[in-house]
């Protein structure tokens, strides 16, 4: 029986833990940390709520340590992605149908496991499969998580809520269907909860799932679901798979049930991605909807006015932060000639005092990249200044050694040329190139900023000049999604700021708001009219 409106009120953000020396949580992360290295974890698929073991083993080691192994997963073939498609396609009528209350409920309580019980096991999982520092862990695969949980089941409730005007004698209301058919969620290593976000939105909203994660990230995306079982999610409703990128693809695409995309990755693979689902657009039962976040080339502009010391904070933690593998990291920076000296002398100073190594050792800023892959396209471009006649040049680090882990230095270039290739190209990695502009020229200088590249992600201005301020927020209004006034342009926050680019960065589709639940709705509107006419003519027949 269902005779109530139920409200989920606003949540509050998760507060970060410090993981201070002494601390409790500390000591308790790095338990965590020492149970998982002990053990080597047998990673199973998740189709139909069992766990699937049979296919090729595949080994996961941490990126920073990659003679130890953690453990292996079972790649997925194309007949377990079909699996997973009829397992999903099953689930979908009992899952469509479950009052909303209950399929809330299923995901707060998901929130409150990994807020208590899972905490330091997902950040320790998030610590050695994507090598992240513990705070990075936290502020990743705890906080923004649960906020995401929380949030978004707040958000659905307001959705729900909103309904028509009704005229004398109708009623009119607004039911919200999820799609017809089933989404597809393709996630990145890069945060784990993002990893967990994109499948459980659309399934918040009724929807059912086929969850591929990235190869990086399955070692903890497999913790999240293990969460969500505990949690109450029926079978079928997420279905968790590890194939090749092009296979899935393939198969979903060609599904006439195939009724969303919910994305994060590189923009090549997206346009890719909405290139086939173009080419099949008359198989599908509707039209899909595609959602995705992309690459970056994210900016810092520092007007003539800015602080200096400011700016140079906002380099060094914006640009190598979890070794900038963040689509809204710092990459270029432009800084104006009165400031030019002291900022690069204090920002080269705090990256000199940047400590690198594995995740195990709290006081190491820099860990590793992800893969060999990462490693070797980061490496071209440090390469490529070594070697450059002169139109750059490497002013911070530049080292690198892949013998242990894939660590590379944080890197800073200083280039003479505003279109050199490291301020234009997304590098994905602890790589920032600064150029210097004439302090005169800071006018000019924001045709530059909004042109070089094709993304428009996130960006940053620092400046104390309110008029300035105003001017250049005005003149960038179109270069970035996610846009910041003395500030480093990384750490959105769930409920705070909402995340999303357009341009080549992606739909903008504000993932940690309202505008992204509504992506996995389909309103149907009623009109009940209680007297309804038995003649034909209206008063005006009359004569």
């Not at 009052?99 to 320790?124: C, G, P, Q, V």
């Not at 995705?292 to 914006?318: C, I, N, Q, W, Y």
């Not at 080292?399 to 230095?409: A, L, R």
């Amino acid at each position: 029986m269902n005779n109530a409106y139920f409200d989920f009120a606003e949540p509050k953000n998760e507060p970060v833990l410090n993981y201070g020396p002494g601390s409790h949580e500390r000591k308790e992360l790095q338990k965590a940390v020492a149970e998982l290295k002990a053990q080597v974890r047998d990673i199973p698929m998740y189709i139909d709520g069992e766990e699937v073991r049979n296919g090729e083993k595949k080994d996961i080691h941490p990126p920073h340590e990659k003679a130890h192994l953690l453990g292996h997963y079972y790649q997925s073939n194309e007949e377990h992605v079909h699996q997973a498609i009829d397992s999903a396609l099953a689930a979908r009528e009992s899952w469509a149908s479950t009052s909303w209350e209950h399929r809330a409920n299923i995901f707060l309580k998901a929130a409150d496991l990994l807020a208590t019980k899972y905490r330091f096991r997902m950040n320790a999982a998030t610590m050695l499969g994507q090598s992240k520092n513990a705070y990075q862990a936290e502020i990743d695969s705890a906080c923004e998580l649960i906020d995401f949980l929380r949030f978004n089941v707040h958000f659905v409730s307001q959705i729900y809520k909103g309904q028509p005007l009704s005229s004398p004698g109708i009623n009119n209301r607004m039911e919200y269907r999820p799609l017809e058919g089933f989404i597809l969620a393709v996630t990145p290593f890069n945060f784990t909860a993002i990893g967990g976000n994109l499948p459980t939105a659309p399934a918040m909203c009724g929807n059912v799932v086929v969850w591929k994660p990235a190869n990086t990230q399955i070692y903890s995306a497999s913790v999240f679901m293990e969460i969500l079982i505990e949690a109450g999610l029926p079978a079928g409703v997420i279905n968790l798979i590890y194939p090749p990128g092009a296979m899935v693809g393939e198969v979903c695409y060609a599904h006439p049930d195939f009724a969303g995309i919910h994305f994060t990755g590189s923009t090549g693979v997206f346009q890719s991605m909405w290139k086939s689902i173009g080419m099949n657009i008359a198989r599908y039962k509707s039209y899909p909807r595609i959602v995705g976040e992309t690459g970056g080339k994210d900016f810092v502009f520092a007007h003539p006015s800015a602080h200096a010391a400011a700016v140079a904070t906002g380099l060094a933690r914006g640009a190598f932060e979890y070794q900038g593998q963040k689509c809204s990291a710092a990459s270029r920076a432009y800084i104006p000639s009165n400031l030019a000296d002291e900022i690069k002398e204090k920002l080269i100073a705090q990256v000199k005092t940047m400590k690198m190594g594995p995740v195990d050792d709290f006081t190491n800023f820099i860990n590793a990249v992800i893969d060999e892959k990462a490693f070797n396209s980061i490496t071209k471009y440090i390469d490529a200044v070594k070697s450059s006649n002169g139109a750059a040049k490497i002013i911070c680090g530049g080292n690198y050694d892949s013998s242990k882990g894939y660590f590379i230095e944080p890197t800073i270039i200083e280039t003479t040329d505003a279109s050199y290739s490291s301020m234009c190209e997304e590098i994905f990695g602890p790589v920032l190139t600064i150029y210097t502009y004439e302090a005169d020229n800071w006018v000019e200088m924001l045709d530059v900023v909004d042109t070089t590249s094709p993304y428009a992600l996130t960006g940053s201005i620092f400046s104390q000049d309110r008029y300035a301020i105003e001017f250049m927020a005005k003149k960038l209004v179109n270069s970035a999604g996610n846009f910041y006034i003395n500030d480093k342009p990384t750490g959105a926050v769930v409920g705070q700021q909402p995340f999303g680019g357009a341009r080549a960065s992606g739909t903008n589709d504000k993932a940690g708001s309202i505008l992204n639940l509504y992506r996995w709705l389909s309103p149907r509107t009623i009109k009940e009219t209680y007297v309804p006419p038995t003649d034909y003519k209206y008063p005006f027949h009359q004569e």
